[in-house]
């Protein structure tokens, strides 16, 4: 939003300063090198070093906060969950033939949903486990996950890009995978700071004494809130009846749900002689 702002306040400074100051990302492209004849995909690396990277510190939280969970099978179901959370969600929101293509098509809203309600049936049926320690665990890590994905969105130049914009830091994408000439907002750096930013809040709270459930219904806010603003970058047509796309719906349902934890964690405990009084 500040970004449209500055464009309509500044808008002779902001004719000039791209001559001097937008970027032609020329760096950016799908393929970061080719080996024996197999290209190596930024994104996919990126996406790599994301569940290597959210693993490792997971194992660790796991321990500290003494979870009775398999890491290992944690990863899997948030895997395989998210996968097909994000194919679903991108196949009904775009492209129905997208549900079984395998070159294309993900959401990481659906892939968000997706991966929580995997974990969510492996940590309640199989660990007998807390689920709310559980998410509040993956909380810092999902965002951090989503911010270094950003970064193989950003790089590969996959096309989620904004508008066509003359603020200073706008860019082209020439040789992306979607490539485009027009300077435009590089959204997806946008979403890669916000998440970091948010991942970077929600791990130095890890250790802080609050409710189970705090740090989930503070991410999925945070989501949401961020999500939000960024879309108004983007180029997506509103829904038919309202003057949001699917993606911001999706943003304020995620806001909603992150409430009413934050609302159900503020309401007063009975005490034991209250409860009991109930009983009786």
């Not at 659906?110 to 689920?131: K, N, P």
């Not at 750096?189 to 609050?210: C, H, I, P």
């Amino acid at each position: 939003m500040a970004a449209m702002v500055a464009e309509y306040r500044f808008p002779q400074l902001l004719k000039f300063l791209p001559s001097l100051m937008s970027v032609t990302a020329e760096f950016v492209r799908p393929v970061l090198f080719t080996v024996f004849g197999l290209n190596i995909y930024v994104y996919g690396l990126c996406m790599a070093t994301a569940f290597m990277v959210t693993f490792s510190l997971g194992q660790k939280e796991i321990a500290r906060k003494q979870l009775k969970i398999d890491p290992s099978m944690l990863l899997i179901c948030a895997m395989v969950g998210g996968v097909i959370g994000a194919r679903i969600h991108y196949a009904l929101t775009w492209d129905h033939s997208a549900l079984f293509a395998l070159n294309t098509g993900l959401s990481f809203q659906g892939g968000l949903i997706g991966g929580i309600i995997a974990t969510t049936v492996y940590t309640r049926y199989w660990c007998h486990e807390s689920v709310g320690k559980m998410l509040d665990m993956l909380a810092p890590l999902l965002m951090l996950g989503h911010a270094i994905g950003k970064l193989g969105c950003f790089l590969s130049g996959d096309g989620c890009y904004g508008y066509p914009t003359e603020v200073p830091w706008a860019m082209s994408f020439p040789n992306g995978l979607v490539p485009t000439l027009t300077p435009v907002h590089p959204t997806p750096l946008y979403e890669m700071v916000t998440s970091g930013s948010v991942a970077a809040v929600l791990w130095w709270r890890r250790k802080k004494d609050a409710p189970t459930w705090t740090q989930t219904s503070d991410m999925l806010m945070l989501l949401g809130l961020t999500r939000f603003f960024i879309e108004d970058f983007r180029t997506y047509e509103p829904v038919e009846g309202f003057s949001i796309n699917q993606y911001q719906i999706v943003a304020v349902g995620l806001v909603l749900a992150g409430a009413v934890i934050h609302w159900t964690l503020a309401q007063p405990k009975a005490t034991p002689a209250e409860a009991s009084k109930k009983d009786d």
